[in-house]
């Protein structure tokens, strides 16, 4: 399957702390998106990390890319309630973009 | 802008019925795919249309099958339904289509059950 997988699967921390999830696709990664799902509504796009960069911020969020073990991480720091999603990793290239099965992070305040 | 939008919010059907998704894209995006999203698997790919030509098909059995008007609005059929097809449907639309850095804009979904 070319889909990816996502750790972990869910995510409980108080506010103020750091969020770090991580995607991993058994096929070669191309670029990668991140975005962001509140409940049960549209996805959000976040940020894109293209193949030959190696790390990339955004405000409160830093993705990295390691394209030789076909993974990537999203950081996001000081973490607020409305944080709280689930957050989907996708390989794009020039075929569809494959999710992964996402993290849902849960921010307490 | 207006963002992507998708009519209706939620519908329910019973087996064997038919169902029609519609989507309409921000202005002038011209490319819109769309995605079943179930807890079980995930977001999974349906097909995507550009300039009312379908460039790009996923997984899915022929019951499921769309088109493109002129206007890039977009629609989805699902025939013959059945209770597996229960799922939030997506549509996301983007500016030249699927591509490695190409964004792409979600609607809201349509939570579609089937009873």
């Known amino acids: 399957s070319q889909q990816g997988e996502e750790d972990p699967q869910a995510l409980s921390i108080q506010e103020g702390e750091n969020a770090t999830m991580n995607c991993s696709y058994k096929t070669s990664i191309n670029n990668l998106q991140w975005y962001r799902q509140n409940s049960g509504r549209g996805l959000v796009h976040l940020i894109l990390i293209r193949s030959n960069e190696r790390e990339k911020h955004s405000g409160r969020l830093r993705v990295t890319l390691d394209t030789s073990k076909k993974s990537s991480s999203l950081l996001i720091t000081a973490s607020r309630a409305a944080d709280t999603a689930s957050y989907f990793c996708?390989?794009?290239?020039?075929?569809?973009?494959?999710f992964g099965k996402g993290t849902r992070l849960s921010v307490i305040a | 802008k207006a963002g992507v939008t998708q009519t209706p919010r939620y519908l329910i059907k019973t087996r064997g019925q038919q169902v029609t998704l519609s989507c309409s894209p921000i202005?002038?995006?011209?490319?819109v795919s769309w995605y079943q999203q179930t807890p079980g698997q995930g977001l999974q790919f349906l097909f995507e249309?550009?300039?009312?030509?379908?460039?790009n098909k996923g997984n899915f059995p022929g019951r499921f099958s769309g088109r493109q008007f002129s206007n890039s609005r977009s629609e989805m059929n699902v025939s013959t339904l059945e209770l597996g097809d229960s799922a939030l449907y997506l549509c996301?639309?983007?500016?030249?289509?699927?591509?490695?850095?190409?964004?792409?804009?979600f609607g809201p979904g349509t939570r579609l059950t089937v009873l």
């Open positions: 202005s002038g995006h011209r490319s």
């Open positions: 996708a390989n794009s290239g020039n075929t569809p973009l494959v």
């Open positions: 249309y550009f300039s009312e030509t379908q460039r």
């Open positions: 996301a639309s983007s500016l030249v289509g699927q591509g490695s850095y190409n964004e792409q804009f």
